[in-house]
């Protein structure tokens, strides 16, 4: 291959809470994995095609399994930047400052390889600010920040005289402005003044590194014409997930909380059906959509723009999102879990004569592991000022398989916030999720793209089981996962004595879950056989032993047989540990 130059130019388009499945690319490697029920959740052939996005998939490399470290605006960012969790960097929360003692890939750039750095859009790294243009005295490495904006959704946006004003409708912004809304709605506004930063550079002779942080497809769902009517005549069905969820058939985890009050079992074919056919679910989807549509467009004017600099075999093109949405999937949507949707983001990236064309890289990565990778790729030998707690992955980006896979790789995503109530580690398609005070999941997409069934007790999972299991619990510890704080006991195996989550029905047919059954209604029921087996807990019909796997107790990963003494201390350790603890008998 012949060589690329030593300073390539470097553009990374980030957008916020992006659903990968609108990505055609992504789209299209699903279904050489799954049938397409499974990869058009919202109907056969309901899809958005991403023509100019897509480039980067054929013209470089799509990864297949890319997730945030934790599925939340600032902490996703902070990892990105900085190549680190984001509880070391002061940023787990959101609307919490970076800590700007810490560098970030752009001040290497700009300080060891002279390079021109920009950002432009949502930034979210400097506390609570809102809009907050400008770099607040904190560039981290970025020295073109007139268009940074720390947080915020609005839709338009006007410059005059230096000064940006922000609107958060169309109808705001058509009362008061005179002027294209395709110059001033807010994904137009950001690359139009990105174009505008890379002819500067081009025109200087400088080598540039420019981040356009695109505030949509984040809610507010809405977007200007022609985009906006788009996918009127589209009709969007309510994922099959929610409804499985719904009807506790099966049940979520309890990280995907659903109020059983507010969907009655015999109630859920009713609700589903009027809620898919409402106004409001098809123009949230018609506009997400279209919003995504105005994403690819003006890739395209990015993509045209590098070429027409004559810059297209010497820029590194980088397109990806800081976390999902899950757009209805299992009756939610937005982000903060660790489903496909939520946790996993899109991530494609285009170095003509490096990258080899329509790669695809099924290793999982993560958010933490970009800045290592980024600055290998772009020949920075001297990392001493940085610490990563990510890897660099640039070696397997650059090798000669079209597919490339590594299935011992493990990564790490997790909730955050105030009540952090899960972290999982995935491996080769494998999610093992753990909770609080509750069991465990493993998710296998690979033979369960919809992540509804629990593969933890099965048989042939149990090596891929035990691996997920001893990497998580040394990641609670290594990384200071922020549940441990909140919750010293947490479950790495599921209780030797604990009850289906999924609904049951009786023999009067009526459908209830295992918590209905201390209903005096309910009494006589524990008598059947199917409730006794299904509720064994609240049955009181467990045997009395403990339970066969390891526990997370106090910071460390223990077995009933290291517990005895801790008995007394925790309800977790005695619920676990039944017969150690005498809690049966």
Known sequence: MPTSPVKPNLLIVMTDEHNLRTISAYRDHLLTKHDIEHVDVWGDGVYSKTHWIDTLAKEGALYSNFYSVAPL?????????????????????????????????????????????????????DGGAKPGWGDNGRDFGFDYNTYRFNRGHWKYFVETNGSVQEYKSHSQFDSDVDGSASKHFATDFLVDRGIEFIQSAVSDNEPFALMISIPDPHGPNEVRRPFSTQFENEYFKYPKT?????????????????????????????????????????????????????????????????????????????????????????????????????????????????????????????????????????????????????VDGSEELLNSSLVSKNDDKIIFTMDTGNTPTWAAAVKDGHKFIVSSGSKPYLFDVNIDPDELINYIDSPNHAVVKAELQAALGEALVIYDIPMTRNDDDIYLEIPACFDSSDVLQLRNGQKVLCKDMGNNLFTNDCGDWNVNTHCPKTCGTCKCEDSVGPIFVGGEVKTCEDLADQCTSSWNVRDFCRKTCSTCT
Request: net charge negative; hydrophobic share 35%.
């Open 242 to 390: 929610a409804t499985a969820n719904l009807k506790a058939d099966p049940a979520s985890p309890v990280w995907n909380y659903l109020n059983r009050d507010d969907y009655p079992f015999n109630d859920v074919d009713k609700y589903v059906q009027d809620y898919e056919a409402g106004s409001y679910w098809q123009n949230q989807l018609q506009q997400y959509f279209g919003m995504v549509a105005n994403i690819d467009y003006n890739m395209g004017k990015l993509l045209y723009e590098i070429r027409a600099a004559g810059q297209e075999d010497n820029t590194i093109v980088i397109f990806t999102s800081d976390h999902g949405d899950l757009l209805g999937e299992h009756g939610k949507v937005n982000k903060g879990k660790p489903y496909e949707t939520s946790a996993g983001i899109p991530f494609l990236i285009k170095y003509p004569d490096k990258i080899q064309a329509g790669k695809v890289v099924e290793t999982p990565y993560s958010t933490v592991d970009f800045a290592p990778t980024l600055l290998s790729l772009m020949n920075i030998k001297d990392l001493s000022q940085l610490t990563f707690q990510g």
């Open 73 to 125: 605006c600032t902490p996703s960012r902070a990892s990105f930047m900085t190549g680190m969790y984001p509880q070391f960097v002061g940023a787990e929360f959101n609307h919490r400052p970076m800590d700007s003692n810490f560098k970030t890939f752009a001040d290497i750039l700009r300080d060891q390889r002279g390079y021109r750095t920009g950002y432009m859009g949502k930034w979210h790294l």
